[in-house]
């Protein structure tokens, strides 16, 4: 098979959208090498992330606009990009970031693939701009509509695909997505020194890792540290944001300025490391399309506190501890029921671990391709 890929987050984004091309081009190229692979993207940069990328896989073609297009990139990857599709031959089309050319029907004959990875704009408007949630309505639902498969992030996209969108439950396949290999295996210990020393990590600690936004509610993991031990440390790994303000101050006025840390910015490779020196990870997100940093958690033997309300039990599973988003009491409960009982908290590892295995890259991987085939059989 040639297999195109739109490409856009996987060259220029380093978070979220961008983690999940890159794995996902990167598994199937590892587990299935007898395909062509071709990335078309506005542009072509050399960054970090995608350039372990190409070094990992290094057959990869890369497309981007020529000619007068190159003028208009905005506009090759919304219609231009379906002339390059059939010059290039290409047999499966997956738009990886919830779009896809807006002519993919009309102009190519590709079967076309679209992950959606969830509709929070359409769930939580009042956190996006109007003028935004218009626009992600009418890309969201076309891609869904236009689409030959719909592939969810999970159940929960799944459910929101159809009751938001009107979409036919039988074109939608849930394939989880997993995390970067390197939490799957104990960080050196070369590195967790190095992590310790640049980023000041205290002795013992609650991680929550992830933007710091309304939305992802790490104000309760805040207001849970009046309740506990005074020598476990709160860390939070995320980018700030407006609302980052608010636990700046809830941080002042409770004198927690010892014992919550903020960390921006920090390198990739030391993530490993802090995750494994945490005692408990904790993730009181509101709603998430799936909820990636729990799978990093369990697979980096720590034991989990989550959220209530979205898919997060479906990351977690039936091990992990869950809290109502609002449930300050709640959250001081499950991490003081961690601490005191060492028994209990070796058993949620010990279960995460096995739980975790569901995500296996090569399980993704396998489900992927059956799609790809199944469509090709369809012709």
């Given at each position: 098979?040639?297999?195109?890929?739109?490409?856009?987050?996987?060259?220029?984004?380093?978070?979220?959208?961008?983690?999940?091309?890159?794995?996902?081009?990167?598994?199937?190229?590892?587990?299935?090498?007898?395909?062509?692979?071709?990335?078309?993207?506005?542009?072509?940069?050399?960054?970090?992330?995608?350039?372990?990328l190409r070094s990992v896989c290094p057959a990869l073609h890369c497309i981007s606009?020529?000619?007068?297009?190159?003028?208009?990139?905005?506009?090759?990857?919304?219609?231009?990009?379906?002339?390059?599709?059939?010059?290039?031959?290409?047999?499966?089309?997956?738009?990886?970031?919830?779009?896809?050319?807006?002519?993919?029907?009309?102009?190519?004959?590709?079967?076309?693939?679209?992950?959606?990875?969830?509709?929070?704009?359409?769930?939580?408007?009042?956190?996006?701009?109007?003028?935004?949630?218009?626009?992600?309505?009418?890309?969201?639902?076309?891609?869904?509509?236009?689409?030959?498969?719909?592939?969810?992030?999970?159940?929960?996209?799944?459910?929101?695909?159809?009751?938001?969108?009107?979409?036919?439950?039988?074109?939608?396949?849930?394939?989880?997505?997993?995390?970067?290999?390197?939490?799957?295996?104990?960080?050196?210990?070369?590195?967790?020194?190095?992590?310790?020393?640049?980023?000041?990590?205290?002795?013992?600690?609650?991680?929550?890792?992830?933007?710091?936004?309304?939305?992802?509610?790490?104000?309760?993991?805040?207001?849970?540290?009046?309740?506990?031990?005074?020598?476990?440390?709160?860390?939070?790994?995320?980018?700030?944001?407006?609302?980052?303000?608010?636990?700046?101050?809830?941080?002042?006025?409770?004198?927690?300025?010892?014992?919550?840390?903020?960390?921006?910015?920090?390198?990739?490779?030391?993530?490993?490391?802090?995750?494994?020196?945490?005692?408990?990870?904790?993730?009181?997100?509101?709603?998430?399309?799936?909820?990636?940093?729990?799978?990093?958690?369990?697979?980096?033997?720590?034991?989990?506190?989550?959220?209530?309300?979205?898919?997060?039990?479906?990351?977690?599973?039936?091990?992990?501890?869950?809290?109502?988003?609002?449930?300050?009491?709640?959250?001081?409960?499950?991490?003081?029921?961690?601490?005191?009982?060492?028994?209990?908290?070796?058993?949620?590892?010990?279960?995460?671990?096995?739980?975790?295995?569901?995500?296996?890259?090569?399980?993704?991987?396998?489900?992927?391709?059956?799609?790809?085939?199944?469509?090709?059989?369809?012709?």
């Open positions: 098979m040639r297999i195109g890929f739109d490409a856009k987050r996987a060259v220029q984004n380093f978070t979220g959208l961008g983690n999940y091309s890159r794995y996902l081009i990167e598994i199937l190229y590892r587990f299935y090498p007898e395909n062509e692979y071709l990335l078309y993207a506005p542009r072509i940069r050399s960054n970090p992330p995608f350039n372990r606009p020529k000619g007068i297009w190159e003028k208009c990139r905005s506009i090759w990857r919304s219609i231009g990009i379906t002339y390059n599709l059939e010059k290039d031959h290409v047999t499966i089309y997956h738009g990886l970031s919830n779009e896809l050319p807006l002519n993919i029907r009309k102009a190519s004959h590709t079967k076309s693939v679209v992950t959606i990875h969830d509709l929070i704009f359409l769930r939580y408007p009042q956190c996006y701009p109007f003028i935004d949630r218009l626009i992600y309505t009418y890309k969201f639902r076309k891609a869904c509509q236009d689409a030959d498969a719909i592939i969810a992030i999970s159940q929960c996209t799944r459910r929101d695909i159809i009751q938001y969108f009107g979409i036919d439950e039988r074109k939608i396949r849930v394939i989880y997505q997993g995390c970067d290999e390197s939490f799957t295996h104990p960080a050196e210990e070369r590195l967790k020194k190095e992590a310790r020393t640049k980023y000041h990590l205290p002795a013992r600690y609650i991680l929550c890792v992830g933007s710091i936004e309304e939305r992802k509610n790490a104000l309760l993991a805040v207001e849970a540290m009046i309740g506990v031990p005074e020598d476990l440390h709160l860390v939070l790994v995320g980018k700030r944001t407006h609302y980052t303000n608010q636990i700046d101050a809830f941080i002042s006025a409770h004198q927690l300025e010892k014992r919550v840390h903020l960390l921006h910015n920090v390198t990739f490779q030391y993530l490993p490391a802090i995750y494994q020196q945490a005692e408990i990870f904790v993730y009181p997100s509101r709603f998430e399309g799936f909820g990636i940093p729990i799978i990093e958690a369990l697979h980096s033997g720590v034991p989990v506190i989550a959220a209530t309300g979205s898919c997060l039990e479906e990351a977690g599973g039936p091990d992990s501890i869950y809290v109502h988003p609002d449930d300050k009491e709640g959250m001081k409960e499950a991490i003081n029921t961690l601490l005191n009982q060492p028994e209990k908290k070796q058993y949620l590892i010990e279960q995460g671990l096995k739980y975790v295995t569901r995500f296996s890259e090569k399980k993704q991987a396998d489900e992927l391709i059956s799609l790809y085939y199944s469509l090709i059989e369809e012709k």
